[in-house]
């Protein structure tokens, strides 16, 4: 069994990432990518899962220092070597990498798409579940490409400039067994929470 998806109004769309997964979170920098990996985290630690948190040198405390149940008794990993990450990939394990843009920023894309691939090749026997947050523009274009093409499912946090101030929508490219979705599924974020819309879902 994997982990569901208990944002309402986004699990009409996606119910469940599948055990031996690899998510790809993608945005700017800005909460909502964080919240939705905290409520995932939460319902994983409700449904039995470990939880893993790789993160850049000096971060890990700031994080820890942050409200949220989830947090309990999850291992905090500091650093960039993915030797470290494979430890993480084992069963009834999920790995939340934050972030893989600025963790792998400075590989060359040979050594990227190596890493890549020995995550993916870890999840696939382990059924360890992978959750990798992306800001977008951080990695050069093919880094970028990489890790969409690695990833199982992609869930994009987007906003625009609107005239009422900024219009936030999610989009999910690529999702399990080739299936995507084309439209945007607008929300709201406030006070932590990310509220679907489904009255503004457009084509």
Known sequence: MGIPISIPGLNQFIREVPEGSIISIEGG??????????????????????ISYICPRGRCGSLQALSGEWKEG?????GDA??????HIKSKNLLIIDSLSYLLQEKDISEFKRVMEEVK??????????IQLVELGM????????????ADGIVQFLSKD??????RFVRI???MSGA????????????GRINIDLRYRVV
Do not use: H, Q
């Not at 090749?121 to 579940?129: P, V």
């Not at 990695?139 to 690695?150: C, H, N, R, T, V």
């Open 180 to 191: 995507s979705y084309d439209r945007n599924i607008y929300y709201t974020y406030e006070e």
């Open 82 to 87: 993915p030797t470290l990450w494979k430890e």
């Open 162 to 167: 609107a005239a009422d101030g900024l219009t």
């Open 29 to 50: 920098v800005d909460p909502p990518k964080s919240v939705m990996v905290g409520v995932v985290a939460s319902t994983a630690k409700e449904n039995g899962w470990a």
């Open 173 to 175: 490219p690529k999702w």
């Open 74 to 78: 999850m291992s905090f990993v500091e």
């Open 121 to 130: 090749l870890a999840c696939n026997s382990s059924g360890a579940i992978v």
């Open 139 to 150: 990695l050069d274009k093919w880094a970028e490409i990489l890790s969409g093409f690695y």
